[in-house]
């Protein structure tokens, strides 16, 4: 793609977070800070992000246009409860304002929840997303926060809750606000271009489980329905070179997007992806969107007969030779076994001892309430070990 091509890939847009989309715009950090009156942001990132460019150029950035711009980056993988009240600390001790989420899917969540927690005064269960929970939290002590994020999968940003592992019983719990989504986002997709191979093929499989389950959800949302069509579309198009070349800035930019999309569409509902991917995550501390990307061929099979009709319409939009279910379902396996993705659970540390724990557990899970075929501990039992040994079945 020629320099006037990709120039043209920029733009701002409003849904549903206020996004600055294209390359090299990570400059305007200082200017989004400031249009939301931050002064003093606290730069939250992961330990394996905090001493890479991305980091130190937005620090730099800031810096150089006179924010007191400090650095946190004490969060796991799957952030819990003490990496969020670490957070507010430093929030507190630097004097901050707001908050700068920088990173993947647990820096941003981790960020968006020390902004939010940094007012509250009751603990962070208490705002479990749950009936009008979040209606008791005191409003105007919510940190704004600007969104950076530097891989294309989770769709934090554009989100108005944060997962958090509660390691009382290991189960994540998602923490929500209305507000606690970013008021400002910065999608640069030269920020993802660092990211190895292995965690953009992870990532972006997670993108896709996004809109693939909000597509197959039997919620009614059209404006959600077409997001999550098109969310697909992209990573059909794009996953695949940004796998094969990390440095394809097109391929990055496209990606981001549909990461974006993936989080927007998924106010329809989700399903027994995450559901099975969430315990797995809490428990075994796997990479979220890698378990989702082992589990989504077992999960289609497990929905076929609910799904099979629209699948099949999605297969014709994408183009795939012989458009059906069995097309969609070959796509996702080559796709899967094109970039590097496991086929079974067990080859990520999953195995059949831990599925008596699991399994209730994904029942509990709040992804379970929008999966097309209803989901009871038993049949969730079944898909564990279906995963876990690679037999693609064909019903519950």
Wanted: charged share 20%.
């Amino acid at each position: 793609m020629k320099t006037s091509e990709l120039a043209a890939m920029a733009g701002n847009w409003n849904y549903p977070a206020a996004i600055r989309f294209g390359a090299g715009r990570i400059v305007e950090l200082p200017e989004a800070c400031r249009e939301l009156g931050i002064a003093r942001p606290l730069l939250v990132t992961d330990p394996g992000l905090a001493a890479l460019p991305p980091v130190q150029r937005s620090l730099e950035v800031c810096r150089d246009a006179g924010l007191g711009c400090s650095l946190f980056s004490e969060v796991r993988g799957n952030p819990v409860e003490a990496n969020v009240d670490a957070g507010v600390r430093a929030f507190a001790e630097g004097e901050h304002d707001g908050v700068i989420a920088l990173g993947g899917g647990s820096a941003l969540d981790a960020g968006k929840a020390i902004a939010f927690m940094a007012g509250q005064r009751r603990p962070i269960w208490d705002f479990e997303d749950r009936e009008d929970w979040w209606t008791r939290a005191e409003e105007d002590g919510i940190a704004p926060v600007v969104a950076v994020p530097t891989t294309s999968g989770t769709g934090s940003e554009v989100g108005r809750a944060s997962v958090i592992t509660d390691e009382r019983d290991h189960t994540k719990k998602i923490i929500f606000h209305p507000r606690m989504q970013p008021a400002r986002v910065i999608l640069d997709p030269e920020v993802t271009v660092g990211l190895p191979a292995h965690l953009s093929a992870a990532v972006g499989m997670d993108a896709l489980s996004h809109s693939l389950e909000a597509f197959c959800s039997p919620v009614f949302h059209p404006l959600a329905q077409g997001i999550a069509v098109e969310g697909i579309r992209l990573v059909h198009d794009w996953l695949p070179r940004v796998c094969e070349d990390g440095s394809d800035l097109p391929a990055r930019a496209h990606m981001q997007v549909a990461s974006s999309m993936g989080a927007t569409a998924f106010q329809k509902g989700l399903g027994a992806m995450h559901s099975l991917s969430h315990p797995c995550g809490s428990v075994l501390d796997t990479h979220h969107g890698l378990t989702n990307a082992v589990v989504m061929p077992y999960v289609l099979a497990f929905n076929r007969e609910t799904v099979e009709d629209r699948l099949t319409a999605l297969a014709r939009y994408l183009g795939l030779p012989r458009p059906g279910f069995t097309a969609m379902l070959d796509w996702v396996l080559d796709l899967r076994e094109r970039i590097g993705i496991p086929h079974t659970l067990r080859d990520i540390g999953v195995e059949e001892e831990h599925v008596a724990r699991l399994a209730p557990m994904a029942e509990k899970d709040p992804s379970s309430a929008t999966n097309p075929v209803p989901l009871t501990t038993g049949n969730l039992d079944r898909l564990y070990r279906r995963a876990i040994a690679g037999e693609l079945g064909r019903s519950g």
